[in-house]
């Protein structure tokens, strides 16, 4: 009983229980973008993980398509198999948090004793992870990263060919450089 009882306090001590968790993306995901974060549009989006500062692929996307920082975010367009399609792309942060029981528990002890909490800033943490959803239509408007276009396949293969530019690029002229070879 005695180690039983040990067990359940150590457990109650060093756990942190989580309210929220963010996912966790390897390489990239098609999801549907509203079901990933709710401010979205219901298509398909291209996911993954930002590990660049904050509107990044922004001076990336209006370097590598020479758009003089006018509609960089919506509808820039692009062309696979002479075909123009037109992307759009959305930066958000989803976030793992957690409910800390060991600031609880001291601040209760110090609470029974007359003295004031210490660690209420301790209570919860937050950890957030910035993702790219980047999503495709064309001149009709049509979701072109749904199961059933039939050019997915291409779309997605594009799109990863600029996540991995992207990421490899520290130096956005290189991508101008490229542009005009």
Same mark, same amino acid.
């Given at each position: 009983?005695?180690? &039983? !009882?040990?067990?359940?306090?150590?457990? *109650? =001590?060093?756990?942190?229980?989580?309210? #929220?968790?963010?996912?966790? @993306?390897?390489?990239?995901?098609?999801?549907?973008?509203?079901?990933?974060?709710?401010?979205?549009?219901?298509?398909?989006?291209?996911?993954?993980?930002?590990?660049?500062?904050?509107?990044?692929?922004?001076?990336?996307?209006?370097?590598?398509?020479?758009?003089?920082?006018?509609?960089?975010?919506?509808?820039?367009? &692009? !062309?696979?198999?002479?075909?123009?399609? *037109? =992307?759009?792309?959305?930066?958000?942060? #989803?976030?793992?948090?957690? @409910?800390?029981?060991?600031?609880?528990?001291?601040?209760?002890?110090?609470?029974?004793?007359?003295?004031?909490?210490?660690?209420?800033?301790?209570?919860?943490?937050?950890?957030?992870?910035?993702?790219?959803?980047?999503?495709?239509?064309?001149?009709?408007?049509?979701?072109?990263?749904?199961?059933?276009?039939?050019?997915?396949?291409?779309?997605?293969?594009?799109?990863?060919?600029?996540?991995?530019?992207?990421?490899?690029?520290?130096?956005?002229?290189?991508?101008?450089?490229?542009?005009?070879?």
């Amino acid at each position: 009983m005695r180690q &039983f !009882l040990f067990g359940i306090i150590s457990l *109650f =001590l060093f756990s942190c229980i989580p309210i #929220r968790i963010a996912p966790v @993306i390897k390489t990239d995901k098609l999801v549907i973008a509203k079901r990933f974060k709710r401010d979205l549009p219901r298509k398909y989006g291209f996911v993954f993980e930002d590990p660049k500062d904050a509107n990044e692929f922004y001076k990336f996307i209006n370097a590598k398509y020479n758009l003089g920082f006018v509609d960089v975010a919506s509808n820039v367009p &692009f !062309l696979i198999d002479n075909k123009r399609y *037109f =992307l759009s792309f959305y930066e958000r942060e #989803r976030v793992t948090k957690t @409910i800390n029981v060991i600031p609880i528990a001291i601040d209760a002890g110090l609470e029974s004793k007359g003295n004031s909490p210490i660690l209420e800033d301790a209570y919860t943490s937050r950890f957030g992870q910035w993702y790219l959803v980047l999503i495709v239509t064309d001149n009709e408007l049509t979701d072109c990263l749904n199961p059933n276009y039939t050019n997915q396949a291409r779309i997605i293969a594009h799109l990863r060919s600029l996540k991995e530019e992207y990421l490899t690029t520290h130096n956005y002229m290189e991508t101008v450089l490229k542009r005009n070879d």
